[in-house]
DNA sequence: AAAGATATTAAGTATGCACATAAAATAGTC
DNA sequence: GACTATTTTATGTGCATACTTAATATCTTT
């Protein structure tokens, strides 16, 4: 007859949470929803000048660190701007500013609920052309390793990859075995980057990369680059060529 | 003789404070990177485990808030993750994350120091066609305005957008002179939203986009797609068209 | 041993307070 | 008037403290 007495009682301590924070209690995200509503409903536009947090604060009967919190998520959301002595303002120039998560291949494909498959299809060594040696910002082309796989999903291409490492930086690379492991695993895992610089494009499959992927020659292809430093560093970049019908989604 | 004194006095002061800041006092941003460092350096890999917030603040010698404010910092660049009772960890399955700024497109023509430009192709309304109608998660198709233009970079075509606006949500916009000025700028500027999707593919060009922006037929192009609503109300979809090159950055 | 109740723990939050900082406004000087 | 110095001010930060919360670990009960 008591069983789940305590799953009941923490019931009722929820509950009674609810009320509390609805009628005593000022967290930060409901001063945020606050202020975000009045934003959206238009009682503050693009442009105007929201009260200082002081006020803010007495109005709601917080102490002004929460609402210092709140606008701090309003502004990294970049829906309001905030200048010591300038005050804040609703962005007037609001921008869409989203966050993309990409993950290792391997995850993405197992995710999805397919098989991961990788190929290893050359490995060599040489100076890096103008583009990759543009991406780093190098002033001189450097020697650098050049590492072409592709990454399978259900035993058909997923993903090619084109990618120069440098082995000043990352010497232990060169002990690792790439023919079945992806580098880009490797180096994500043993090789935290400072600086990150991603690019997208499509790009027309030609001649080289149907012959990869087995599309098309006319196929429209979606591309990432990613260019990873330690500090000034050049660790990697990276070109994907995806597969016809990628596509890359904002977490919601 | 004394001029500039002031200028002089605040560079003594920021010179105290930097030596003030190494040798005392605790900045939070000092903090992270203290903690980022020995990631970077693998005195942490992947996977392990930092100590608690208290036990570092005491190792510091600041407080535990500090040493809070760091942590949630790298929390929300994704190097770590931290769970109540569970402890911080080092991201094992490292992702790259990234934030992207999406402008309003004149913005972006005009911020390159192009001569922005805007051309209204076509206006009808009706119901919503099936993609349009998913990418709104809707259950039924819906009347909707449709509002097909162009941007120009220099006389030349830059963005073909196709957009489908619910008046349900935005009736306003049925009074605005959209021959003029683009749909994007008026919705952006007044109807903030409260949730939004982006979805990024590369589209061939085909007779229907090669015809409207004046590429080859077989031409790849970058299509961003994005879906706004406001709390639950649909907002609006776009299909944005790129010209051929077009490439999208992460902010650095 | 399995299920459920309880205790413990480490992160998360709220607050008051003092002070730092950068930017804007004002006052001062030539 | 143009430049510079000073003051003002709203946001930003650091700290101590007390409490909340969610997750895990441990103990009980059947």
Redesign the pocket.
Known sequence: M??????E?NKI?QFE?TVL?VVV??????VRNEIQGKILDSTYAPGDK?P???DIARDIG?????V??A??DL?DSGIVE???????IVRADPVTRAILDIPITRMEVEQKGGVYGYQLLEMSSGLTPVPVTANFGLGAPQVMLRIQALHLANQRPYIYEDRWVSLQTVPDLADVDLSKKSANEWLVRNKPYSRCDLRFYAARAGDHYSGILGTDVNEALFVMERTTWIHTDPITTVKAVTMPGYQLLTQI
Chains 1, 2 share one sequence.
């Open positions: 008591f069983r789940n007495l305590c799953r009682i301590r949470d924070t209690r000022h967290s930060w995200k409901n929201l200082k947090d002081e917080c102490a002004r660190t929460t210092q919190r606008m701090r502004s905030r200048r010591r002595k300038g005050g804040t």
